[in-house]
């Protein structure tokens, strides 16, 4: 590689580091591929169970009545999160609205909204009127409750127990660590954790934030008792391709109610033209398991290469994953600026631009992001972003393709390196013969 490498300004210490890491994780990756493997099969299946055929794919405009190619495309959906209905739209315009759709059908005046997983993200603080704003559940009398994960990042049974009231109607779970330093979930745990809140109390509804999970195991949240599963198209199941959207997949009860809220009551499902969006939604969610594959291998790939030069991951290489993200604990501003570079002039959009820390709303410290996508602010494509404040973690995730992801890494050590602030281990000949 080191000839293909060297025009992007690769040198060949740099190179034999990184294939030494890669030609060490190759059973790590047949796991991967195992995973990617079935999840294609459970897509592929739900599409010729659904009949996809070219007529699917044709624009609508107007109300959108009669929309066959979205009506399939939501039965698709549903068909793989094995759920009786979903609701896949362009106009839900992101992951917070698809979350902030899901959360505000099916909750009412004098409900109680419980999180038994600690804080959520950071956008649904809004949403929810932790943070003051117009139009949030709390401004229409749903209250909130919430029960901390223990230190180690377990469930703190007896504070969920406490928490679950005649008053809670629902309990929203977040999948992904997000940009928080504690573990993922597995959809194991929160099978776990649903059962418990369901005995507690049978007619609960159990929402799943999926954003960053999806297709990263086997099963999705749907396959162990959640009511609803929500997330993002410019995440993991738009497989790249998708240009907007959001999805809801769940029992009939709840997405009816849900579609009623994003349309108006009596309209539901039945309206919302769907544009010329659709073969990519198609395209990209049959794609989303390869793609999910990629970037799962290049945050492996950035916990070994990154782990081994004595940096804190999380997770670590060897771990288990359970979403696409990877953190890095940095520790110096210097070395977060020279990795988020690297992964900029590796993008295949906007690689000659120079990611500089920048304030943010909401952050208490300037923000640094490296992002050079196809589809603006996508983060199933490689990308890179953290806050100027220790531990100067950055958060790393996506990468359409294996080979890119690895790539952006590969670019990220070299920035560290030319400006001395890593050393690598003596690119003898041991590194060689393994790479
Ligand atoms: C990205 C994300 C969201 C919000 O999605 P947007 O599309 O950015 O609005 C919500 N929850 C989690 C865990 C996320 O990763």
């Not at 030609?23 to 079935?38: K, M, N, P, Q």
Request: hydrophobic share 40%; net charge negative; glycine share 10%.
């Amino acid at each position: 590689m080191e000839r293909f490498y060297a025009p992007f300004g690769v040198s060949p210490e740099v190179e034999r580091y990184c294939a030494a890491a890669a030609s060490s994780l190759r059973e790590t990756f047949d796991g991967i591929d195992a995973v990617a493997e079935r999840n294609q099969a459970k897509v592929l299946l739900a599409m010729q169970k659904n009949r996809v055929d070219a007529g699917c794919f044709a624009g609508t405009t107007g109300y959108g009545y009669d929309d066959v190619g979205r009506d399939t495309l939501e039965r698709v959906y549903a068909d793989t999160f094995h759920t009786q209905s979903a609701l896949v739209r362009p106009q839900l315009v992101c992951g917070t609205h698809a979350l902030a759709v899901a959360l505000s059908a099916n909750l009412l005046p004098g409900d109680e909204l419980l999180s038994p997983v600690g804080k959520p993200y950071d956008t649904l603080e809004e949403v929810i009127g932790l943070r003051p704003s117009p139009c949030s559940l709390a401004e229409y009398g749903v209250t909130y409750a919430q029960a901390d994960l223990l230190p180690d990042g377990g469930f703190d049974w007896q504070a969920i127990e406490k928490a679950i009231t005649p008053r809670t109607k629902l309990v929203t779970i977040q999948r992904s660590k997000g940009y928080a330093l504690r573990p993922t979930l597995s959809v194991a745990q929160i099978g776990e954790l649903i059962a418990f809140c369901k005995r507690k109390k049978p007619d609960v509804l159990c929402m799943v934030d999926n954003c960053y999970g999806e297709f990263v195991e086997e099963t999705e949240p749907s396959d162990v008792g959640a009511d609803m599963v929500v997330g993002s198209l410019i995440k993991n199941p738009g497989g790249g391709l998708a240009p907007i959207g959001g999805y809801i997949c769940g029992t009939k009860a709840c997405v009816d109610r849900c579609a009623y809220r994003l349309s108006a009551p009596g309209l539901g499902q039945e309206v919302g033209a769907s544009l010329d969006v659709k073969t990519s939604l198609y395209q990209g969610f049959f794609l989303a398991p390869e793609v999910v594959a990629g970037a799962l291998k290049g945050a492996i790939f950035a916990a070994k290469a990154y782990g081994d030069l004595g940096f804190r991951v999380l997770p670590e290489s060897g771990e288990a994953r359970h979403d696409i993200i990877q953190a890095i604990e940095l520790g110096d501003p210097d070395k977060l600026v020279a990795f988020c570079r690297g992964i900029q002039a590796a993008a295949p959009v906007d690689s000659y631009v120079t990611p500089v820390p920048a304030p943010m709303p909401g952050y208490d410290a300037p923000v640094i992001m490296a992002a050079g996508a196809f589809v603006q602010g996508s983060s199933i494509e490689l990308s890179a972003d953290g806050p100027l404040r220790p531990p100067y973690a950055v958060y790393f995730q996506g990468g359409l393709s294996w080979h890119h992801a690895k790539l952006g890494i590969v670019l990220s050590l070299q920035k560290l390196w030319e400006r001395n602030l890593i050393s690598l281990p003596l690119g003898g000949k041991a590194a060689r013969s393994a790479g």
